[in-house]
């Protein structure tokens, strides 16, 4: 039984250059660890949850990064005061 799966050239030079996670879990797409091509119904699913675990990576990094700035912001208005007291 020969094994096969389909990778395009393009991820394989992701790969290859380095790109990243994302590049890695795009060969995902197309073959599972038994070498079965996945079916279009699979593959959609995927790329479904795929794409929901990356907005909520999104979603995080915003509020840490809003969280950051308002403390930022926060500090800053209290260094101004103390300065404008003495």
Same mark, same amino acid.
Do not use: D
């Given at each position: 039984m020969?094994?096969? $799966?389909?990778?395009?050239? $393009?991820g394989v030079r992701r790969l290859m250059e380095g790109g990243g996670r994302s590049s890695i879990s795009g060969l995902r797409y197309f073959s599972d660890s038994k070498g079965r091509i996945f079916s279009e119904e699979e593959r959609a699913k995927e790329a479904v949850y795929i794409q929901k675990m990356e907005r909520e990576r999104m979603e995080k990094a915003r509020k840490k990064a809003e969280k950051e700035r308002a403390e930022?912001?926060?500090?800053d208005k209290k260094a101004e005061e103390e300065a404008h007291k003495s």
């Open positions: 020969a094994m096969r $799966s389909v990778v395009s050239s $393009s930022r912001e926060k500090a």
